[in-house]
């Protein structure tokens, strides 16, 4: 049994019609962030966020701003990969004062996060983001962050609609192998980042979601033999939509991969291998060997969540559509699973 191709996408498309549910000429995915998330109506059901995780030499270095319609959140962690020094701080914003923070309807619009405690500011000009951030207290020293992301003009990006039905369904872009130059400063430490080795992940998500969750994603983007290799697989949430969120991308060329893949791993000890393999074939074979756990909970009673998500490593081989075999090997990466009542 094999799954069936997904519908290509080519042009500019509203997400969503005049009612504010699912149009059904978005469902599909693209290689280009062409889908406006135009999202209206069904209030405190919408989901919106821009995640970016920034892969340095030395440290991993990510931020979130997420708005949930009855709250904003900004997340903002650190992770020194040899000490394992990590520290993550987290800033809510209530209802009252939401409407202050826009979230933009396209992939590349500018995202703002401003309160006495964080500020967060990224744009996005001629094919760069920038992403500047500054705290002065984060795990007690000051935090100055100036990263200059790039876009390459040529480079393909995984962009897709996840239909459930009509009310609820998602648009997920996720933008691989952006190298990435500037610093990260915590206290009198500076992390440099130089665009050959450093890349950024973005993910933005932006849809309309059932009460109950669970979620499975897998990421990398790392150079390996001299190619800018990225990695993208998501399990649990697309199954049975007849979409995926699967891709592997080789100097800005993305191969979609159709078929759902299986997450194995141990829900009671998260630092032991995991497992990512395609459900029909032999497609994608992975093992991931975790060195950090990250967890993030929340739990407001009305809504919960529940994060574990890993920094490793990842080795095995994924198969193009050509034939040819990607050997991948001890390639740094994330892999998480979430389990939200939001």
């Given at each position: 049994?094999?799954?069936?191709?997904?519908?290509?996408?080519?042009?500019?498309?509203?997400?969503?019609?005049?009612?504010?549910?699912?149009?059904?000429?978005?469902?599909?995915?693209?290689?280009?962030?062409?889908?406006?998330?135009?999202?209206?109506?069904?209030?405190?059901?919408?989901?919106?966020?821009?995640?970016?995780?920034?892969?340095?030499?030395?440290?991993?270095?990510?931020?979130?701003?997420?708005?949930?319609?009855?709250?904003?959140?900004?997340?903002?962690?650190?992770?020194?990969?040899?000490?394992?020094?990590?520290?993550?701080?987290?800033?809510?914003?209530?209802?009252?004062?939401?409407?202050?923070?826009?979230?933009?309807?396209?992939?590349?619009?500018?995202?703002?996060?401003?309160?006495?405690?964080?500020?967060?500011?990224?744009?996005?000009l001629q094919n760069q983001t920038l992403m500047v951030v500054s705290c002065d207290n984060f795990d007690n020293e000051p935090l100055n962050v100036n990263l200059k992301i790039i876009h390459p003009a040529d480079d393909?990006?995984?962009?897709?609609?996840?239909?459930?039905?009509?009310?609820?369904?998602?648009?997920?872009?996720?933008?691989?192998?952006?190298?990435?130059?500037?610093?990260?400063?915590?206290?009198?430490?500076?992390?440099?980042?130089?665009?050959?080795?450093?890349?950024?992940?973005?993910?933005?998500?932006?849809?309309?979601?059932?009460?109950?969750?669970?979620?499975?994603?897998?990421?990398?983007?790392?150079?390996?033999?001299?190619?800018?290799?990225?990695?993208?697989?998501?399990?649990?949430?697309?199954?049975?939509?007849?979409?995926?969120?699967?891709a592997v991308f080789i100097d800005g060329k993305m191969t979609k991969i159709h078929e759902d893949v299986i997450f194995e791993y141990d829900r009671s000890n998260f630092k032991k291998p995991w497992y990512v393999t395609?459900?029909?074939?032999?497609?994608?074979?992975?093992?991931?060997?975790?060195?950090?756990?990250?967890?993030?909970?929340t739990d407001l009673k009305l809504v919960q969540s529940e994060v574990h998500q890993l920094v490793g490593y990842y080795s095995g081989k994924v198969k193009l559509e050509d034939g040819s075999v990607l050997e991948i090997?001890?390639?740094?990466?994330?892999?998480?699973?979430?389990?939200?009542?939001?």
């Amino acid at each position: 049994m094999v799954q069936h191709a997904e519908r290509e996408i080519y042009e500019w498309t509203p997400l969503c019609d005049k009612k504010g549910n699912l149009n059904p000429a978005a469902i599909g995915y693209a290689r280009k962030p062409i889908i406006d998330c135009n999202l209206s109506g069904h209030f405190m059901r919408k989901k919106k966020w821009n995640y970016w995780c920034c892969y340095g030499e030395d440290i991993l270095f990510s931020v979130t701003i997420c708005h949930l319609d009855y709250a904003v959140t900004c997340f903002v962690y650190f992770l020194e990969y040899e000490t394992q020094r990590f520290f993550e701080k987290t800033v809510t914003i209530p209802l009252g004062v939401v409407k202050k923070i826009k979230m933009p309807t396209r992939v590349l619009e500018p995202v703002r996060f401003t309160s006495n405690e964080i500020n967060v500011n990224i744009s996005h000009l001629q094919n760069q983001t920038l992403m500047v951030v500054s705290c002065d207290n984060f795990d007690n020293e000051p935090l100055n962050v100036n990263l200059k992301i790039i876009h390459p003009a040529d480079d393909e990006s995984l962009n897709v609609v996840v239909p459930w039905n009509r009310q609820t369904f998602q648009f997920t872009a996720k933008h691989h192998i952006l190298p990435t130059k500037g610093f990260v400063k915590l206290g009198n430490k500076r992390y440099e980042f130089q665009e050959e080795e450093c890349f950024s992940v973005l993910d933005f998500g932006r849809g309309v979601w059932p009460r109950e969750v669970v979620w499975n994603w897998a990421n990398a983007s790392q150079r390996i033999r001299n190619h800018r290799v990225g990695l993208n697989f998501g399990g649990k949430w697309t199954d049975g939509t007849g979409m995926t969120e699967n891709a592997v991308f080789i100097d800005g060329k993305m191969t979609k991969i159709h078929e759902d893949v299986i997450f194995e791993y141990d829900r009671s000890n998260f630092k032991k291998p995991w497992y990512v393999t395609t459900k029909f074939s032999d497609t994608v074979m992975l093992t991931f060997h975790p060195f950090f756990e990250r967890v993030a909970k929340t739990d407001l009673k009305l809504v919960q969540s529940e994060v574990h998500q890993l920094v490793g490593y990842y080795s095995g081989k994924v198969k193009l559509e050509d034939g040819s075999v990607l050997e991948i090997q001890q390639m740094l990466g994330c892999i998480e699973e979430h389990v939200a009542k939001w």
